[in-house]
């Protein structure tokens, strides 16, 4: 089935010229050079950005449409990595502490760079000869194997005339778990018919590799490549002996399995130079990934044949973007951007079910979609104080589903942001932003997949649309490097077409388009330094969230919360860096609450009976190195997790209650990094 997809943007934003840095008009919140970050001893940038007071990384949006509005809040050098998959963590940590010059605090509102708001830390690097960093971990928790394998290595450098820099990074990361618990089945009328024990094993490794080029020619021409590859192997075991309780529970036992393997890469690179009154840009990208996941269940009960299911199910998907962005200053010194996007999708999707070893005819899909949008950004100060960004644009997009036979359909969607960022004097700062916004479809919806533990079947769809919402933020920020800084947000989204679960007209379920819904809430971080209590060199940060949300059950009619969307969470952390030492200590809480996940005739909600918390001590030059120990999961916390089924559906009788309670032991680790 083909999907048209038709966009109008209003948004805000202006990349400068050749996008070779910000403009210098650009409002400069503060600025931390090395001596700041001294006390902490860091290795490499993101050690140091972590230490900014009140600044939190936003997330690197590689779920997000292309690559047209930025996401990430940080720059190298005025620079947008050109990376999509790249998160703040791979990018900062290839740059050894030793290289930075200053961090720079700026306004995203007063930034030529589309997208962009709120505080975006730029990260002034010197070049030079060869530096790199690197680190080793060793993990050891009750009931798992050692994890002894985990580290990542990264060289920074460029020529003797630093015309041309280059970094390069490898690593393997490694986790492993181990949960034990008991879960009980109960009936409607709440009699215990069934006791479980549940014994779980989880083990992922990724290895990783990337490598970043980057050439300035004499006439100020930038030429960038980021190569990167990685590969993902996880897998899980769980056993199951269940003991009937009354005539409706069964004796046995079962073991369930999962594993999947996957390798990706991506190539992408931009090229910038001086055209005509202005400066343009341009950018290719290929993004892929081969996904082998397979599941399987074994059941042996007595008085009942042993059965074994499978699923299997194989993805490869696929991105290709190409851009250009044309930005230029008009005479008032107002930044300019044209920019024309063009992007290639594709998921090619094969799964198959099997039974006691025969397996079905394999279900194959392909989806593909093709996109295209241009847009014309602007963004200038409307006062000393004031700073303003708006876009207007057009995007139009096809999707086919290979598989399905059904005629076209056209949808015309209006998409874009309107932003304001006010200073009200050298502490406050008040930033307003409305968004229309489009989101990106999941293609793995337009297939079926199935659940072995509980037995559900979710149906493809190839009818899905693409999200739509308005978005609403107004923000307050404090800034005080000596106190206490942060920020204040209050936020509601008006969402159209969200994806939720449908009923089918042959009876299944699966995702589908409901009609609206609506998300709010409040948000927040801070830090306070408590130098002026006499605690030197201790800072308590913490963020949260409260939030709401309604949407009308399908089912129900009536108004329930987003299926698993978080109710509130919040963060704590504790450190000290005791003063005129090498010791550091510290604590983290965090805690989060969730909405059930429902369907159609059931009800899943899993949360944590206590926050979970973690402890460190680190000796910042044991010699020449840094080594911290930690320690998790003391007290040990319990997952719990309870599902109701009904029938015929939620608005029917309660047949069913199972509720899980899982331990996983205590964990230790020690970390060991240094930079050369």
Known sequence: MRHYVISLTAILAVISPCGFAWGQDADVEASFDPAYFSQFQPNTASDMVSQIPGFIIQDDGSGERGLGQANLNILINGRRPSSKSSDAAVVLERIPATKVERIDILDGASLDIPGLSGQVANIVTSTGQLSGSWNYAARLEEGTEPQLSEGTLSIRGSNTSGSLEYSATIGHNIFTFSEQGKEQYFDGGGTLFEDRLEDINFEFTRPSADLSLSHTAANGNVANLNVSAGGRNQNLGATEDFLAITDAGQTGQSFFSSGEDEYSYEIGGDYSFSAGSGALKLIGLHRYENSDFNTSIDINALGSPALRRDFNTLDKEGEYIARAEYSWKSKQADDWQLSWEGAFNYLDSTTELGVNGAFLEPQEVRVEEQRTEANLTHSRK?????????????????????????????FFRP??????????NERYTWRVKVERQVGQLNFTDFRDSRSLTDGNVNSGNVDIVPTQSW?????????DDKFLSGTLALFANYIEDPVDRILFPDGTEGPGNLDSAWLYGVKGNATWLLDRYGLKGMRLEASGSLQDSSIDDPITQVSRRLNNTTLWSYNI?????????????????????????????????????????????THKDLFGTRVRLKFENAPQWTLERERLVFAPDRNGQLIRREFAARKRGNRFSIEISDTF
Do not use: C, M
Not at 387 to 395: F, I, M, V
Not at 415 to 424: H, I, N, Q, V
Not at 589 to 594: E, P, R
């Open 471 to 479: 978005t609403s933020n107004i923000e307050l920020e404090r800034r």
């Open 415 to 424: 998409k874009g942001f309107l932003a304001l960022s006010y200073d009200a």
């Open 382 to 410: 409307l006062s000393e104080k004031l700073n303003l960004q708006a876009s207007l644009g057009a995007e139009y997009s096809e999707i086919l589903v290979k598989s399905d036979a059904a005629p076209a359909d056209g």
């Open 573 to 617: 952390n504790l450190r000290h860096d005791i003063p005129n030492t090498h010791w550091a200590w510290g604590a983290n809480l965090s805690h989060n609450k969730t909405s059930p996940f429902l369907r159609l005739s059931e009800s899943l909600q899993s949360n944590f009976d206590i926050p979970p918390a973690e402890y460190f001590i």
